[in-house]
């Protein structure tokens, strides 16, 4: 197994984003969620890193733990969340809620796709790293 460090979680956001600009290339914007989300998913699975889809994130309240509704899109090689949209526009709540999302499930980054754009890693890429990434070696 790779050493965990932020040099490899950049490589796989790296990997990640490679896969949203062919599905976008392919696709072009205009469809749901749900469409790029599966597609992304085959994209990233077609170049072994190891994705999952519609991942849990366990809730715990006041040191409970309660049952959770909330699902992530996609999580790569258990490490790197990636939510994904289709939206005119980017609001601040879709990046507050990968924040708390990152936070929840203790992974150190995410990536924001919004695939409704004509350059995705222009203007639909949005990449946040929490405490738990700075914690890691550099490389």
């Known amino acids: 197994m790779e050493r965990i460090t932020q040099k490899y979680v950049n490589d796989i956001a790296y990997e ?13 914007p205009g469809l749901l969620e749900s469409i790029y989300e599966i597609c992304l ?3 990233m ?5 190891k994705a999952k889809s519609q991942v849990n994130i ?3 309240y006041k040191g409970k733990a309660l049952a959770s509704p909330l699902r992530l899109d ?6 790197v969340i990636v939510e994904v949209k289709a939206v005119e526009v980017m609001m601040p709540i ?8 990152l936070k929840l499930a ?7 796709l919004n695939f409704n754009c004509v350059h ?12 738990a990434f700075a914690a890691l070696p550099v490389s």
């Not at 990640?16 to 072009?28: D, K, P, S, Y």
């Not at 203790?106 to 924001?112: E, S, T, V």
């Not at 995705?120 to 990449?127: E, F, I, K, Y």
Request: with cysteine; aromatic share 4%; hydrophobic share 45%.
């Open 45 to 49: 699975l077609a170049v072994g890193l």
């Open 106 to 112: 203790n992974r150190p980054k995410g990536l924001l």
């Open 94 to 101: 879709y990046t507050a809620q990968l924040l708390t999302y």
């Open 58 to 60: 366990p809730l715990h």
């Open 16 to 28: 990640i984003v490679g896969c949203a600009i062919e599905v976008q290339r392919n696709l072009g």
């Open 41 to 43: 998913l085959e994209e």
């Open 120 to 131: 995705l890693s222009r203007n639909g890429l949005v990449p946040l790293v929490t405490d």
């Open 74 to 79: 996609i999580l790569v090689n258990d490490l």
